[in-house]
Each structure stands twice: as structure tokens, then as C-alpha cells.
């Protein structure tokens, strides 16, 4: 039971109340004065933390918490310690408040936390203020994750933060849902070098530059498995992000293009024909629309009826 548990804490942590008190008398080292007061304190929060009336803004024990990570800045501090200095069940919210809301460095491992600058993150904090406005606005999930990704449109957002806004629940497939149905061009870790993990950039909300609408044919797998085989390089202008960038294209980006098939029908191909990665190469977004133009007028030249079908 967990109220047992809770009332054999506090009697053991009487005896070293009792222990303490002569402890001081004789004055014992500091670091046993710490500990048994520590302890002590941890005992009291457990035994009536819970039933006692809850601070009208919560910010007493989050002022608590904060003042004694600064004046252990640096050091490694166990979160039994952060729940007897705050006298609060709690604690952990307010470590990620201090670390969201407010931009504090707070590093964790292993149920150990770590302040590593006494003073806030400016840059950090005004993030989390744009998350949680986008959060508490009223668009539908999917037009929140697009508000994220276009502030500003460029920039990377991270899958943790993009998840955040929709209240908490894995937004990877909203983000899918803009790049395969939407056509907008966002860069995952799959398509670019310079992403990592679950970041995502959103390149342009201009709807001339939106994806090759034949490209959610090829699942993620593939289209990693080929764009890391050519580096993320254009087969055609042999230009990768970075390159294409300094040289001044407003819009880089990589699409597969498949060597053989027709571009406009690519879903009249038979499924692993389509896949195989043996016929598919990387084209950045300017080559693929010079090669399906191309490709389109051979096909007029050649078939000049086929034309009046469209
Ligand atoms: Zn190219």
C-alpha cells in the first residue's frame, strides 16, 4: 500500500530528525546535516504532497526547484531531491515547464537532471511561446502542423514540436498528407543531408513549386534507399542542396525520376517494376520538370493523335 509505504518513510525519517538533532548538537559534517534533512523532506512531501491544497499558480514550487538548480548550477541533481525541495508529486512537469516555457538548459540521464546556464534561453523560450499559440489556436491538427512549418517557411521544425501542437500525438502523418496530397515540397532526413532524426523543412508554399504529384507512388523506403545511393545529387545537373543553393536557386529539392516509364502514367506501371530502384534515379525539381517537358513533346512529335487525348 502506497499510504504504508508513505507513513514507514516518515517514522524512519523521525529517527533521523532525532539523529539529525543530536547530529547538529554535536555538529557533525555538513554533508549528513544535508542528506538526513534531504531525506526528511522527501518523507514529508511524500506522506501529504498530495492532500495538501494546490498553490494557486504553481509557481512556488517551480521558483523552488528553479533556485536550487541554481545554486547547484552544473551538477547533477536526482529527481527525489527536486520532489523534497519542491514538496510536490509534480516536479517533473515543472522541470519540462522550466525547460520549455521558460528556456532553461536543463539537461537529463537517467532520472538526473542538470541546470548548465543560470539564465534562460531567450531564442528558446519565444519558441515555445510560437508552439503554444499554434497549439491553443483553432485550426484543424493538420493545418496547425502547416502553421508550425511555415513560421517561417525555410526553416526546420523538429517531428518533438510538430507533435506538440497537435497535442502530443505523432504528426508524421500530417506531414505526409501535405507532402503526398498537398504536393508541398518538405524535406524530411530522407530527402536532404543536412536533416537529422525526425526534422522536417517546409521549402515553399509558391504552388509552382509543388512536388511532381506522381511521387507518392514511391513509398519512404525506396525513396531513401535511392536518393542516399546517388548522395541527394541530381543524375542530370549533378547539383546536391548546398551546391545549388550558392549558386543561387531559389527552390532546391529531390524527386525520383524513373528512367524508363512514362511520366504521366507512372501508375499504370506494374508496382514492382515502378519500385525498382535499378530504374530509378535522383532529379532535383528543375531537372524533372525539363525532362517531363521534354519527354512530353518526343511523344508529340512522334504520336501527334495522342495529343487531342491529352
Ligand atoms: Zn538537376
Given amino acids: 500500500m502506497p499510504d504504508n509505504d508513505a507513513y514507514s518513510q516518515f517514522e524512519r525519517s523521525l529517527s533521523q530528525l532525532a539523529e539529525l538533532r543530536d547530529s547538529v548538537a554535536r555538529q557533525t559534517d555538513a554533508d549528513f546535516v544535508f542528506a538526513a534533512a534531504q531525506r526528511l523532506q522527501l518523507a514529508l512531501a511524500r506522506c501529504y504532497g498530495g492532500q495538501r491544497p494546490r498553490a494557486a499558480t504553481g509557481h512556488g514550487a517551480r521558483g523552488r526547484i528553479l533556485n536550487h538548480f541554481q ?36 539537461d537529463e540521464q537517467d532520472r538526473m537532471y542538470r541546470l548548465m546556464a543560470a539564465e534562460p534561453d531567450g531564442a528558446a523560450a519565444r519558441r515555445w ?20 512549418l511555415s513560421e517561417p517557411v525555410g526553416a526546420v ?17 500530417l506531414v505526409r498528407e501535405l507532402r503526398d496530397d498537398d504536393g ?29 504529384e506522381h511521387q507518392r507512388l514511391f513509398p519512404e523506403s525506396v525513396r531513401a534507399e535511392v536518393f542516399s545511393r546517388d548522395n541527394y545529387t541530381c543524375w542530370r545537373c549533378r547539383r546536391e542542396r548546398a551546391t545549388a543553393l550558392a549558386s543561387g536557386d531559389r527552390v532546391f529539392y529531390v524527386q525520383i525520376h524513373h528512367l524508363h516509364a512514362d511520366a504521366d502514367h507512372l501508375d499504370r506501371w506494374p508496382l514492382a517494376e515502378l519500385l525498382d530502384p535499378a530504374a530509378l534515379a ?29
Avoid: M
Avoid at 287 to 304: K, S, V, W, Y
Fill in 184 to 212: 508541398l515540397p518538405i524535406d524530411s532526413a530522407i530527402d536532404c543531408r543536412d536533416l537529422r532524426g525526425d526534422a522536417f523543412r517546409l521549402l515553399s508554399v509558391d504552388p509552382t513549386d509543388r512536388r511532381d
Fill in 157 to 173: 521544425v523538429l517531428g518533438s514540436e510538430l507533435s506538440y501542437v497537435v497535442g502530443g500525438r505523432d504528426a508524421s502523418p
Fill in 129 to 148: 511561446q510560437k508552439l503554444s499559440t499554434i497549439r491553443r489556436g483553432d485550426g484543424t491538427p493538420k493545418e496547425r502542423v502547416l502553421a508550425l
Fill in 282 to 310: 535522383t532529379y532535383c525539381r528543375a531537372c524533372l520538370l525539363d525532362e517531363h517537358a521534354t519527354a512530353r513533346r518526343a511523344r508529340r512529335r512522334a504520336n501527334p493523335q495522342a495529343t487531342a487525348e491529352g
Fill in 71 to 106: 545554486e547547484h548550477l552544473g551538477e547533477w541533481i536526482t529527481g527525489e531531491e527536486l520532489a523534497a525541495v519542491s514538496g510536490i508529486g509534480e516536479w517533473a512537469r515543472r522541470v519540462r515547464e522550466l525547460r520549455l516555457e521558460q528556456g532553461y538548459r536543463i
